[in-house]
Structure formats: structure tokens, C-alpha cells
């Protein structure tokens, strides 16, 4: 389905260009990036599409498994 516009009148709606994601942002890719807050469902309200709730870049991922290596090795 595609937005049908019903994104930027949730009220949860963020319009923000900077997502954090451990703030517990969630973002529809669908309806042109809409970042909504504290929404309990995983499926965008507009579209019903799932939302993403983790960064689509692993660069920071595989620099945490990096760092927990060295730490068990220098134990």
C-alpha cells in the first residue's frame, strides 16, 4: 500500500532528519522517512508497513563486536 498521508497528522509524529533509534525512534521508509515516538505497534499507521527500529548502517555494529573482543582478550 502506498501513504495514503495519514503519517504527519499521527499524533507521534516527529518530523526530524536525525533519527536515534535508542530513544526508541521508529522509522516508515515507505511514507518518505516519517519517524514516529513512543508507538507500540512495529506497523506504520499510514501504510501499514513494517517500521524500522534498528540502523540500516552495521559499521557501528561491527565496531561494538570489535570492542567486546578486545576486552576478552585482554582479560
Given at each position: 500500500?502506498?501513504?495514503?498521508?495519514l503519517?504527519?497528522?499521527?499524533?507521534?509524529?516527529?518530523?526530524?532528519?536525525?533519527?536515534d533509534?535508542?530513544?526508541?525512534?521508529?522509522?516508515?521508509?515507505?511514507?518518505?522517512?516519517?519517524?514516529?515516538?513512543?508507538?507500540?505497534s512495529?506497523?506504520?499507521?499510514c501504510?501499514s508497513?513494517n517500521?524500522?527500529?534498528?540502523?540500516?548502517?552495521?559499521?557501528?555494529?561491527?565496531?561494538?563486536?570489535?570492542?567486546?573482543?578486545?576486552?576478552?582478550?585482554?582479560?
Amino acid at each position: 500500500m502506498p501513504c495514503k498521508g495519514l503519517c504527519r497528522q499521527h499524533p507521534n509524529y516527529i518530523p526530524l532528519k536525525k533519527i536515534d533509534y535508542s530513544k526508541g525512534m521508529k522509522v516508515c521508509i515507505f511514507c518518505d522517512r516519517a519517524v514516529f515516538m513512543k508507538i507500540a505497534s512495529a506497523k506504520c499507521p499510514c501504510c501499514s508497513k513494517n517500521l524500522r527500529t534498528k540502523p540500516q548502517y552495521h559499521g557501528a555494529k561491527g565496531r561494538l563486536i570489535r570492542r567486546q573482543m578486545q576486552k576478552a582478550t585482554s582479560c
